[in-house]
């Protein structure tokens, strides 16, 4: 019971601490109502590099890199074509990132069905897709990996445009071949689970001394 309290714990701190050096989140909201919902589509990691940059690594969760991916390839292109996030430490600009090649800064848009990111990144064409797109942010001083876990207006923290997917639909239903997939804010009965985890550890220790 204790082991499986200190996990919930530890998991819990490091998806949600602002100084964590490490967080993790998962793109499970999607806009197409033929694909169900619940299911992870992306992963979003964001760590502290070298020289004090930040790095995001955004995957598609696919039978290839994951068993129960939910994503299929459908296409040469498949891949992230469009990704959006917001910053607690105010506006970037283009100077502020490595992208990779054929990629670029649009800055703040609306993104189909998830409301407005401060911060956009784009393929320019369809061969300029990623099945994980990897990129570092510089020069903002002060920021750590949580400074870029911000959600928006409508309630959520990232956004992901997919295209080339093969949704496997039943014949006659007609196929989606790309999608909006995106990281809702946490519910506030997650920080409750959280509490409730500490208060269980706070009286495990106390047996022990007690012991």
Do not use: C
């Amino acid at each position: 019971m204790k082991s499986l309290v200190v996990a919930l714990v530890v998991g819990v701190l490091s998806a949600f601490a602002p100084s964590a050096h490490a967080l993790s989140y998962l793109l499970t909201e999607v806009n197409e109502p033929a694909m169900t919902d619940g299911l992870s589509y992306l992963q979003v990691n964001i760590s502290d590099a070298e020289g004090g940059a930040i790095q995001f690594d955004v995957k598609t969760l696919t039978a290839s890199t994951t068993p129960a991916g939910a994503l299929v390839a459908g296409g040469a292109n498949f891949g992230i074509k469009t990704f959006g996030f917001n910053s607690s430490l105010g506006t970037l600009a283009t100077g502020n990132f490595a992208l990779p090649s054929g990629w670029s800064f649009s800055g703040g848009a609306t993104l189909d069905g998830f409301g407005l990111f401060a911060n956009t990144l784009n393929a320019g064409t369809g061969t300029d897709t990623l099945e994980t797109l990897t990129f570092t942010i510089t020069g903002i001083e002060g920021d750590t990996p949580g400074s870029y876990a911000l959600g928006n207006a409508a309630g959520f923290l990232f956004a992901a445009h997919v295209i080339d997917i093969d949704t496997g639909l039943m014949s006659g239903e007609t196929p989606i071949t790309s999608a909006w997939f995106a990281t809702p804010v946490p519910e506030p009965g997650t920080y409750a689970l959280l509490l409730a985890g500490l208060a269980l550890l706070g009286v495990a220790a106390r047996r022990r001394r007690r012991a």
